[in-house]
Structures are given as C-alpha cells and as structure tokens.
C-alpha cells in the first residue's frame, strides 16, 4: 500500500464499521498517554507524521491498525484499551484467585475463633481484602501475624 493510500484509508473519520471501536473517546485517550511530551516527539516515536497524529488527536482521523498498534506499543498500553476504552489501561486483567481468597477468609474466620473475637463486617471486608493484596503480591503471611492483625482488628 502506498503512502497516499495510507493517508487516505486513515483520513476516513469515525469508521463506525469496527465493533467496538470508540471513535468519541480514542482522541482523550491518545492525548492522556501523550501526556505532556509534545505532538511531534510522541508522533516520531510512533513513526507517524505530525500531521497525521494531529488528525488523530482532533478526532478527524482515525489510525489503520497498523498504526494504532504501533502507538499503544509505544505508550505501553493496552490495545483494546486505546481502541475502545474498555478494560484497563495497562492490560492487566484483574481475575480473583478464588483458591487464595477462601485461604485468607478461613484464616481471619480461624483467627477470630481463636481469640474468641468479632469483628464488623466492614472491617472484616477490609483486613481479607489487605490480605488478599499481600498474598496476591507474593507476601507469604504466616499464621501469627495474621493472628495478631485480626486481634488489632476485632471488637
């Protein structure tokens, strides 16, 4: 394909033709990972004209996929997250390990029975979702400091 070509396939505003695609959106998103490094120096390291990223980011032209591609590689976000908002921003899918999660809900269950404790059930929500966190981040959280932090919690 040409240059031309390109400019013209790319030239082409709001391509309602692509699921998905958030044509209102894509230009707030493209400036926000611009951020303040300016139109030509983020353009260049995306390999696109200055012109042409202008247009992106005027909403008057949207990029081919190969160029959004290039673009969400160079900012270091997600490519579903550019094109369409959806998600976030960095790609990482949050998923619940269920396995860890039913492991810190039977420890604090545990450690309130032992101490023969209470605890509301705000409280509670909010030391298994800081446990969660740890064990999620590779805190391994043995049982008598997870004792001692449901004693500081409970009634």
Not at 25 to 48: D, Y
Not at 120 to 149: F, H, T, V, W
């Amino acid at each position: 394909m040409s240059a031309a070509e390109t400019v013209k396939r790319d030239s082409t505003p709001h391509q309602a033709g692509y699921p998905g695609w958030d044509s209102a959106g894509f230009p707030q998103r493209l400036a926000e990972i611009k951020g303040n490094m300016s139109t030509l120096g983020f353009a260049q390291k995306c390999g696109i004209s200055e012109s042409i990223f202008r247009k992106y980011l005027a909403g008057t032209s949207v990029p081919g996929a190969d160029k959004l591609v290039e673009i969400a590689q160079t900012a270091q976000v997600s490519l579903s997250w550019l094109a369409t908002g959806e998600g976030r921003r960095d790609g990482v899918e949050d998923k619940l390990d269920l396995a860890t999660l039913c492991a810190v809900i039977a420890g604090v269950e545990e450690g309130l029975k032992e101490i023969g404790g209470s605890m509301a059930s705000d409280k509670k929500a909010e030391l298994i979702a800081l446990l969660y966190e740890m064990q999620c981040n590779g805190e391994s959280i043995s049982e008598k400091p997870m004792l001692r932090l449901v004693r500081l919690a409970s009634d």
